[in-house]
Every structure is written in C-alpha cells, then in structure tokens.
C-alpha cells in the first residue's frame, strides 16, 4: 500500500514552509521552501503576552500556524481539503484510507509525543507540520521536514501527537490538495505576498510587526537585573526566535532567499539588494541571541537594559527595512 | 551568515541531529547549509530543559516528604504544568492543583485518576508512586 518509492523528501528549515514546498513538489510544482514561505507572507513578528507557553508569553516570529498552508492557496489557485476529527480512531481510519488511494497528507501534531524527536527537543507545541507518505505494519512512513532523513513513527505514538491537547490543540488535523490550478509562480503574486508582508510588519497596532518588537523591548527593559525570573523570560525570548519552528533569526535568513528569488521572478533585480540587507539584520538577531546566550549563562552580567537596547535596534532597523520596501513596491 | 560561519558546535540537545540554515555563498546567494548546532541555542535548551527537571526534582523532595502527591511529580516529568495538564486532561485548575496534595489524590475515581493517566501517556499505576 505504500508509494513511498515516489515522493521525496527535503530537508527544510522550518516545519510548516518545509511540508508545503515538499508537498507542492510532488505535485509538479517546482517549490523551493523559501519561496513558500514568501509567497504565503510568512515573515511577521507577534508578542502575545495574553496567550501563555509554561508561563511565558507567545513570541513568534512568523505568521500563525496554517497561515503558510493556507496563504499559498490563492496564488498557486490551489484546493486544499482540511479535516479534523472527533476521535483518535476515526482520525487514523481517514488517514489510512487516504494513504491507500496515494495521497500524501500534511498532518499538524504535538512535537512532544514524537518520539524520533531528540528528547530535549520534545515540548508541548502542538504547532508542528509533517507529511505522511506510507505505511508498513503498524508504522507510519514519515517525511518531517526538519529532519535530514525520513522517520518513522508508530500508529498509536502518532495518534496522540495528533489528538494532543492545550493550546493550537491540532485535533487530528489533516490536509492534501484537491487541486493546484497553477503551476509556476506569477511575478503579481510575488509582489502582493511582499506588499501583505510589509503591511504586517508596519501595521499600527502595538503588538505586532515592529511595534510589537518595541513592546517587548520595553518589557525586558523592566526586568529586574538580579531575578532568576528574567533570565527564565530572556532565555524563552531566545528559545522563540531560534529552537522552535527555526525561528527569529533564520526567518530572516528564509525571506532573504526568497526576496532573491523574487528578483529572478519579477525581474525586479532590486530585491536582490533588499535581500543583502534582511540578511544583515538577521545577523543581528543572532548577535541578540548570542548576547542573551551568554548573560543566561553567567559568563556576562545580566543586563536587561541592554538587551532591550538591541531589540530597539533591531526594531528600527527593520522599520527602516519594511518602508523601503514598500516604496519600492510602488 | 556567511556558509563558512554556519556554527557546527555539536549540540548535545540535538542529539546528533543537523537543521537547516540559510546562509550568504561566496557569490551573494543564498545556499541551504546543515548545522550541527549552536552555542547559544543550546544554552537556551538546556536552560528550559533543566527548569523543569527542578521543578520535577522539588516536587519528589514534597512526594517524599509526605506534602505533595506523586501525581505532582509526573506533572513535571511529562513536561506539564498546572496549565497543561488542566487543559489536557478536562479538569478545572482548582481541581488539579487539590488534586496534586496528597488528600485530594486518595479521594479521586478510578475513572478520574484513568484520565490523568491518559493525559500523561502514563498508567494509572504509575501515576500513583514515584519511579523507583
């Protein structure tokens, strides 16, 4: 029953980006993951101190879950069905019935009950992306695309990732396409997936794009320098932006990409210049990351203050960044 | 990043495993490199993963000394907290934390000590004792 022979699997950097570029491969659509993630508008920056992971507040780097799956449906005129389940039992009967008509299906899952993920890795995000292409006995054939290779995972292991609960619950979330109308990439498409980027990013509400890195900015700002509690919130803003779902830093690093192969699609060769520079600031997300790093470890005084310094940085750097681009998309 | 600067500093909490990064060629564009980790992520891991190996250590220290049960403990083995577990096994927050003392375990079900066993992939056995 399986078709395993025919899909391939790539590694990707981010989950969600990573399913729907292998995906989209299999079905003839010429898919790097960063033009994925471009396309789909996935680049973004949220501080969401009203949803709560073990205490913390929700940082992302990116859109919400899905928003990838789904912000690629119009510019690829594709059709998606979604389906979610009451019962673990009723969510593996569909599952297998669609893996025995050939179809390859996208799955949102715990990453705490994976089992092939290393166990410091494994806490309850509910938020993870994976393609099931096959079975044999009881395990499922598994391209998760932020592994190198292939896995495996058993059939009951599976079913409670996929029925985990508490926050983006993903209720035995599965997915494939119906139809993909299109098959290249319209240069339009391209330049009205950048200009909803740009909008995110500057958008006048305070907790997102760069406002909402101001905000969090300010919040470390008020950290007491001496409490073990700050150093728990600046280790979280950092475990955010670079373990889970590949974060901060490295999504600059994907638009990067996909800003150059914007330039090839649109012809607009500027955005090659536009990536240099997102590829900068990513080098300062990672310059936070190894300054939080090293406070968390003792080896520099914990200086909130100063952190947040460099998140204001950051922050106008990007706002700079986002208003070019948007003049440029004029 | 430039390709050569990609870090491959072996984190343990990958366990062997490579991710993905993007990072500047000799050229200007961009090339997919695997890295076998970086410092700074792994202080961060590391930092998250022994929290809660304290907050699980703390709570066998209250198992043992007679002022927690052992259901406290398995809470923070799987990683759970208050939060969580609530919300993973349907029982109000007020009720989780009495039934994490030792009184308000011994007066629950069979069937509800079956539904913290399911929230925590454990048997009901086991959620009734510390590891030994």
């Known amino acids: 029953m399986s078709e395993a022979a025919a899909f391939e699997h790539l590694h990707a950097a981010h989950c969600e980006s990573g399913v729907m570029a292998n995906l989209m491969r299999h079905h003839g659509v010429p898919m790097t993951e960063s033009l994925a993630f471009g396309l789909a508008s996935g680049l973004s920056f949220a501080y969401l101190p009203f949803i709560k992971l073990s205490g913390l507040p929700l940082i992302a780097y990116r859109m919400p879950p899905r928003s990838i799956i789904k912000g690629l449906m119009a510019p690829m005129a594709a059709r998606f069905k979604f389906e979610t389940f009451r019962s673990p039992e009723a969510g593996q009967t569909r599952l297998d019935a669609l893996l025995a008509d050939g179809q390859i299906v996208g799955l949102q899952t715990s990453v705490y009950w994976l089992p092939y993920f290393p166990p410091d890795m494994r806490f309850h995000f509910n938020a993870h992306n994976l393609l099931v292409y096959g079975k044999a006995g009881d395990d499922y054939l598994i391209s998760d695309p932020v592994f190198e290779e292939t896995v495996r995972c058993s059939s009951a292991d599976l079913a409670r990732a996929r029925f985990a609960k508490g926050v983006l619950q993903p209720k035995g979330l599965l997915y494939y396409p119906q139809g993909i109308g299109r098959k290249v990439v319209e240069p339009a498409a391209v330049l009205k997936a950048m200009r909803k980027t740009v909008r995110v990013m500057l958008a006048p509400v305070p907790i997102a794009g760069v406002r909402g890195m101001r905000m969090l900015a300010n919040k470390v700002a008020s950290l007491p320098a001496d409490a073990k509690s700050s150093a728990a919130y600046i280790g979280h803003i950092v475990r955010m932006q670079e373990e889970i779902g590949t974060g901060g830093a490295g999504f600059r690093f994907i638009y990067a990409a996909f800003l150059q192969e914007a330039a090839a699609i649109t012809g607009m060769l500027r955005f090659g210049e536009f990536a240099e520079r997102l590829t900068v600031i990513g080098d300062g997300w990672r310059h936070f990351a190894l300054a939080a790093a090293r406070m968390i470890k003792g080896r520099d005084p914990l200086d909130p203050k100063a952190l947040a310094g460099q998140l204001r940085a950051l922050a106008d750097q990007e706002e700079g960044f986002f208003r070019d681009l948007k003049v440029a998309l004029r | ?132």
């Open chain 2, 1 to 132: 990043m430039d390709a050569d600067a990609v870090p491959q500093e072996g984190n343990a909490t990958l366990a062997g495993r490579r991710k993905l990064m993007y990072a500047r060629g000799a050229d200007g564009r961009t090339v997919l490199v695997p890295s076998r980790g970086w410092e700074a992520e792994e202080i961060v891991t590391s930092q998250a993963v022994d929290a809660l190996i304290e907050q699980a250590q703390e709570a066998r220290a209250r198992v043992l000394a007679g002022s927690a049960a052992p259901l406290e403990y398995w809470m923070y083995e799987r990683r759970m907290d208050v939060a969580l577990l609530s919300q993973t096994s349907g029982f109000w927050q007020w009720r989780v934390r009495r039934h994490l003392t030792v009184a308000g375990f011994a007066g629950l079900s069979a069937k509800d000590r079956q539904r913290y066993a399911d929230a925590l992939g454990l048997s009901v056995d086991t959620i009734a004792r510390l590891p030994a």
